[in-house]
């Protein structure tokens, strides 16, 4: 296995050339199903296998838990303000320093529950924009470029998915 097949077990994040409304459902249902699928998968892991690592040098699962409450919640934020300001810029955070921040050893389930609100929340929001407020649009500072509200969806539905297959990896076969 390559190191971006570690890293990206599902591979990157691909965004389509037409967001069809067959695939903005399939990616709701990602969405709105994530929390439910992220608990299915953790809820037994004992202290020891939280922090197994999906790949040298990544994050314990417990790390990846909490990083996706973190980054959830950002795309709440990022989303109403790419619906309230005209293509607002919006910065990077420091991931990997937010890892090792304290509320990161807080037990999962804080995170899980704050992610059951977060992604009812989500997904009402999404549910209710017509298309023309899907194409609004933020500036993401670090890539140096605009992301419509559909390129968000689709990265969400992804980066769900992407954080549960690091975790269904670290459990299968882990690296410490």
Known sequence: MTSVQQRYPIGPCEYPA????????QYLLDIETFPMRLEYVVQHLDADQLQLRYREGGWTIN??????????MNAILRIKLALTDENPSINAYQEDRWAETADYDLPFNNTITMLFA???????LL???????????YFHTQYQRSFSINDVICLYAWH????????QVAITQPHN
């Open 18 to 25: 037409e967001y069809t409304a067959n695939l903005l459902t």
């Open 63 to 72: 790390q990846v838990i909490h990083h996706c409450g973190d980054s959830h």
């Open 118 to 124: 977060i992604h009812r929340k989500l997904v009402k």
């Open 127 to 137: 549910e209710s924009l017509s298309e023309e407020q899907r194409n609004r649009t």
């Open 160 to 167: 769900g998915n992407h954080h549960l297959a690091q975790i």
